[in-house]
């Protein structure tokens, strides 16, 4: 079984709809995040959490917003989805011991295309 | 001047060749140096971490970090066609908690 898993993994909708984008891992991880990713703008990201009560926007979160309902569980939801963030979707994990050496973790992924 | 430069390649080696990748950034006080493996459509897969001077071997697999000219490489020893992907460089400035500043990436091809 994958470690971070996310749902849905691919995804059509129409412009205007709301659409969350659900992830889940048991890494035992504190710290998750949700990247985009363009073709030759790579990955950028737009929420983090490194705990349950911690939330931060990343360098692209308009448009976007984040839950946090457990450790283990991070969504991204898009209130009212437009045609340029249909994006390949990441969620990630890393642990919080020794700081900032510790990787992330990527999920498989969530195509989403926004007509 | 982008924070993590990659070229975008593609580069292609011959099969059992050395391929060499390389990352420039531009924040002098980032510590942490990650290289991901992205096949097309798939997730990116750690391939290596590196956090000092000098080079860090694992298998066919060695990553070089200079901190004084900002450059951070990996070097994949006997390519295989199964090393073509998409190669990720991050990097974790200091102070940034656990974020990840991502390159475009280099595509790698191996050709047989």
């Known amino acids: 079984d994958a470690d971070v898993t996310q749902t849905p993994r691919n995804r059509i909708t129409k412009t205007g709809k709301r659409i969350m984008l659900e992830c889940s891992q048991t890494?035992?991880?504190?710290?998750m995040y949700w990247y985009r990713q363009d073709p030759g703008l790579g990955l950028r990201l737009i929420y983090y959490?490194?705990?349950?009560?911690?939330?931060n926007k990343g360098e692209i979160s308009d448009g976007y917003s984040v839950s946090r309902q457990a450790q283990a569980k991070f969504s991204l939801s898009l209130e009212s989805a437009i045609p340029n963030q249909t994006a390949l979707y990441f969620c990630?994990?890393?642990?919080?011991?020794?700081?900032?050496?510790?990787?992330?973790?990527f999920g498989d992924g969530t195509r989403l295309s926004i007509l | 001047q982008k924070e993590v430069e990659q070229n975008s390649g593609p580069l292609s080696v011959p099969e059992g060749a050395i391929a060499s990748l390389n990352c420039t950034y531009s924040?002098?006080?980032?510590?942490?140096f990650f290289w991901y493996r992205q096949y097309s459509g798939k997730s990116p897969e750690l391939i290596m971490s590196i956090y000092s001077n000098g080079d860090k071997e694992d298998g066919r697999f060695t990553a070089q970090l200079n901190k004084a000219s900002q450059y951070v490489s990996l070097l994949i020893r006997d390519s295989q066609p199964s090393d073509s992907a998409t190669y990720l460089c991050?990097?974790?400035?200091?102070?940034?908690?656990?974020?990840?500043?991502f390159g475009t990436g280099t595509q790698l091809k191996v050709e047989l």
């Open positions: 959490s490194f705990d349950v009560k911690d939330i």
């Open positions: 990630a994990t890393s642990g919080a011991g020794t700081g900032e050496r510790q990787p992330q973790h």
């Open positions: 890494k035992g991880h504190d710290r």
């Open positions: 991050a990097v974790n400035r200091a102070g940034g908690g656990n974020k990840l500043t």
């Open positions: 924040d002098r006080g980032s510590q942490s």
